[in-house]
């Protein structure tokens, strides 16, 4: 099925540093998600994206809807350790009704103390 | 407010066997997900409802898997018989229909010997 190009595939980064991930597809999206998941536990909303140019912050996260529809960033500053997990995208493609979310593979990041 | 509970967290059990995974949604929301989470193929949509239909079942392996909805707080994930390729996460997720932003339970691992 399709899925949306996340990259980098893993990061590893000193603490205090930014961090930048993004996910890209070749097909437009209404909307994007960004959501965190630590070992053992299901993935945790962290920022919603419903309008094309929209950027939005989450305290020192910030995610913003690519103009084209097709892509979609995600921005940690001053990492800390507990940022440590797997970050997802997930798009919503506009088909009439369908709530179904398309999922990126995934950005595993590592903070090294 | 309690989340998505899913249980049991933790499933073993030997090929051939049936195997039930439960979800509770969270109170209010109309629309409940389910997905299986496996390192090759990572998060994928299996079925999804609307207020207690389902609605898409294209992502369903195949007949072994059924899925249920009796009634607004509860589903089962049934999977008869258990095959090995099965072991995985299992994620159950819930919505409001108007709003995109999918919440997930812990998961139930799921290891098929």
């Known amino acids: 099925g399709q899925q949306l190009n996340q990259s980098p595939q893993s990061m590893f980064i000193q603490e205090g540093e930014d961090v930048s991930m993004n996910c890209t597809s070749s097909?437009?999206?209404?909307?994007w998600l960004w959501y965190k998941q630590d070992p053992g536990e299901g993935p945790v909303l962290l920022i919603a994206l419903y309008k094309a140019g929209e950027l939005t912050s989450n305290g020192r996260l910030t995610a913003q809807f690519g103009i084209t529809r097709k892509d979609s960033f995600l921005n940690i500053s001053a990492s800390i350790p507990s940022d440590v997990g797997i970050y997802f995208c997930a798009g919503q493609k506009p088909q009439g009704g369908s709530e179904k979310l398309v999922f990126g593979k995934g950005t595993k990041l590592t903070v090294n103390p | 407010d309690a989340g998505v509970i899913q249980s049991p967290r933790h499933e073993v059990t030997e090929m051939g066997q049936e195997v039930t995974l439960r979800c509770k949604p969270i109170s209010g929301h109309n629309s409940l997900f389910w997905y299986r989470q496996t390192m090759m193929r990572g998060l994928e949509l299996l079925i999804y409802?609307?207020?207690?239909?389902?609605?898409?079942d294209s992502g369903m392996p195949e007949d072994r898997f059924s899925a249920k909805m009796p009634n607004a707080s509860f589903s089962t994930l049934k999977i008869q018989p258990s095959e090995p390729r099965d072991s995985a996460v299992y994620f159950c997720a819930s919505s409001w229909t108007s709003v995109n932003e999918q919440f997930f339970g812990p998961g139930t691992r799921l290891t098929v010997l």
């Open positions: 097909s437009i999206f209404n909307t």
């Open positions: 409802f609307n207020n207690n239909v389902p609605i898409d």
